[in-house]
């Protein structure tokens, strides 16, 4: 049984710039969501997919969307980047319905 | 939105010594869950607890849910280095999403 794998691992970034983050969910979970941490904070929901459809959304600006694949692997697009947008992102991954979530080794983004 | 709080921030202790850390709400909370994060790791799913006054034991670790579903606590028996990390709860919200809440954290330092 594979886990939550997410990439890349870090990335560099300026302002204003866009970026993708993926991440493939652990073997038979069919629903991903997506977590912001700031550095020595908990982690910030940002939305969920399922079926390949938002079904939920944290307090994010629209220039945070996402996408999943029939696969069940998403992205995570963020646009327009912000100093205030570095972070580790986290993807975790469950079955829909349930509330134990897997999560992925993060992507660490730095924006200068 | 609703803040999970949790005490304390950060304690650092002997190898050996027991550890306590509180999360607390001012609603109540229809679930806890407990995760650990290692230094650059991370969030590791430990335990959900669902009913008032439960409490559940893994081996050094003991987890209890408050009565009035609004607190709950996790102690670490004889701490080992091995237990250096960030410690969160969070709530669990099951609706059309799953979504997690996470509190503020407790980061735990272990010493010889």
């Known amino acids: 049984e594979t886990g939550v794998t997410q990439s890349p691992t870090h990335l560099i970034k300026t302002r204003g710039q866009q970026v993708t983050l993926r991440c493939s969910s652990q073997s038979g979970h069919n629903t991903v969501s997506w977590y912001q941490q700031a550095l020595g904070q908990g982690p910030q929901f940002i939305f969920q997919?399922?079926?390949?459809?938002?079904?939920g959304r944290g307090n994010f600006p629209p220039r945070f969307s996402g996408l999943q694949f029939p696969n069940y692997s998403s992205e995570l697009n963020v646009n327009a980047l912000e100093l205030d947008d570095s972070a580790l992102y986290l993807c975790?991954?469950?079955?829909?319905?349930?509330?134990?979530?897997?999560f992925g080794a993060g992507s660490r983004l730095t924006v200068l | 939105g609703q803040q999970v709080m949790q005490i304390p921030q950060y304690q650092h202790v002997q190898e050996g010594e027991d550890f306590t850390t509180y999360c607390n709400s001012s609603t109540t909370l229809s679930n806890i869950q407990w995760y650990k994060q290692r230094p650059g790791g991370h969030p590791v799913f430990l335990i959900q607890?669902?009913?008032?006054?439960e409490v559940k034991k893994q081996k050094r670790l003991t987890f209890q849910f408050g009565e009035a579903k609004k607190n709950s606590s996790l102690h670490i028996t004889a701490t080992q280095t091995t237990d250096v990390g960030t410690y969160f709860c969070a709530e669990a919200y099951t609706g059309t999403a799953s979504k997690l809440t996470f509190g503020t954290g407790t980061r735990l330092q272990v010493t010889l």
């Open positions: 997919y399922y079926r390949e459809e938002e079904n």
């Open positions: 975790a991954s469950s079955l829909h319905g349930a509330n134990v979530l897997t």
């Open positions: 607890l669902v009913k008032s006054g």
